[in-house]
């Protein structure tokens, strides 16, 4: 351990405050915990209460995404991920804040889906082998995966115990969410975490081509989705695996209606 600045310790080389939760999620987290307070006690505005309560949550989510992949990029050789910001979860230092925040949340609002969002930028020439490559892409969808199955173990338990349904209903919506990211971010799709996952592994000819459509992975993505047979395998695939876990699909539906408090 070395020091930048007088009592300002470094760890491989990184000032110690390049690790430290930013304020901005900070805020995130007490707002999600707050509103699920107020969403069990049923104060106020409930159907507003679960929209605080689903909005940040989930965005808590993207932040934890977004650090997943930072944090083994950085332990894969990429220390410069440390000094853009990274590691410190805060959303307003991604690349692209419009595609990593707005449009996801916008995306939950009217469809709830949960849209993957590109953000965090990894120099990949600092970053040896191509496992490691393929890891540090896995990283993201693995804590959307790591999320579903633990809201959905608490769904499990949790509303046999009591408590107001709308609670329930906004962590049925989140668990859903999660599932959806975890298969969108999975699909392997040029540009988005699937597809950047066997990048590495392609021959120089067919990389080039990958790289020529990854700027295009949004649009893409959008396009697929929006063809009725290739929509329809994609949901008919996210509603078997939420059968399959046991997610209850008319608590996510509810937590859908509830958070378009403006409906009425």
Known sequence: MGYDRPGEPLVLGVPRAAFRPSPVFLALVALFVTS???????????RFDVFLFVVSGWLVSLCLHEYAHAVVAYRSGDRDIAHRGYLTLNPLKYTNPLLSIVLPVFVVLLGGIGLPGGAVWVDRHAIPGRLRHTLVSLAG?????????????????????????????GLGLLAFLQLTASVLNLLPVPGLDGGNMIQPWLGPQYRRMYDMFAPYGFILLFALLWSPRIGGWFFGAVFWIADLLGLPPSLYVLGLQLIRFWQG
């Open 36 to 46: 699920g307070a107020l969403t069990w006690q049923r104060f106020g505005n409930v």
């Open 141 to 169: 969808p693995a804590t959307n995966v790591l999320f579903t199955l633990l809201l959905v173990t608490a769904l499990l338990i949790g509303p046999g115990m009591g408590g107001p349904t709308e609670f329930w209903a």
